[in-house]
T-cell receptor
Framework: EAQVTQNPRYLITVTGKKLTVTCSQN?????MSWYRQDPGLGLRQIYY???????DKGDVPEGYKVSRKEKRNFPLILESPSPNQTSLYFC???????????FGPGTRLLVL | GNSVTQMEGPVTLSEEAFLTINCTYT??????LFWYVQYPGEGLQLLLK?????DKGSNKGFEATYRKETTSFHLEKGSVQVSDSAVYFC??????????FGAGTRLFVKA
């Protein structure tokens, strides 16, 4: 089944404790992206990747890192989480720019 | 800059009612337009799209027509069901590296 998986689905952590949210797609898509969803703000892009080893900042990259060492994986790293990073996070992939995006199920993060 | 504006929710309807969710956009050039739907506890999924003026996207009884003269892409359904309860996002792509999403409109359908 074609899908985007994310782990974990739910995470509660404390300020400053490094964490990684994994994202994997099995559709051989080149373009991958991370979004955060906050009430009233819709989806805001954090980082995106055009292909292996090619990543760039989106609209709200502060406090986040990403890597793309393999085509299928695109982890999101929070080196020192803060409470303002409490949010719902989505990973998405597509065959290219402007094409239909396929979203993971989301990761709900609470930073205390 | 490029942007998408959706009607604020929540929208509450009775089953079998007619649905319209307004979406207008500001963009240079000729954007592609999308509606995505997010069911409770799930990620977004494409509902329909249109890539040029006057195109009509349709899926699962939903329709939207790309109106360049009014810069709109309103979502409509003739008879909603309880299972249509979800959050609906309008989005546009104008080139470059990202798709721009609206804030989302939550729909509640009562039995």
């Amino acid at each position: 089944e074609a899908q985007v998986t994310q782990n974990p689905r739910y995470l509660i952590t404390v300020t400053g404790k490094k964490l990684t949210v994994t994202c994997s797609q099995n559709m051989n898509h080149e373009y991958m992206s991370w979004y955060r969803q906050d009430p009233g703000l819709g989806l805001r892009q954090i980082y995106y990747s055009m292909n292996v080893e090619v990543t760039d900042k989106g609209d709200v990259p502060e406090g986040y890192k990403v890597s793309r060492k393999e085509k299928r994986n695109f982890p999101l790293i929070l080196e020192s989480p803060s409470p303002n990073q409490t949010s719902l996070y989505f990973c998405a992939s597509s065959t290219g720019l402007g094409e239909t995006q396929y979203f993971g199920p989301g990761t709900r993060l609470l930073v205390l | 800059g490029n942007s998408v504006t959706q009607m604020e929710g929540p929208v509450t309807l009775s089953e079998e009612a007619f649905l319209t969710i307004n979406c207008t956009y500001t963009a240079t050039g000729y954007p592609s337009l999308f509606w995505y739907v997010q069911y409770p506890g799930e990620g977004l999924q494409l509902l329909l799209k249109a890539t040029k003026a006057d195109d009509k996207g349709s899926n699962k009884g939903f329709e939207a027509t790309y109106r360049k003269e009014t810069t709109s892409f309103h979502l409509e359904k003739g008879s909603v069901q309880v299972s249509d309860s979800a959050v609906y996002f309008c989005a546009l792509y104008t080139g470059g590296f990202k798709t721009i999403f609206g804030a989302g409109t939550r729909l509640f359908v009562k039995a």
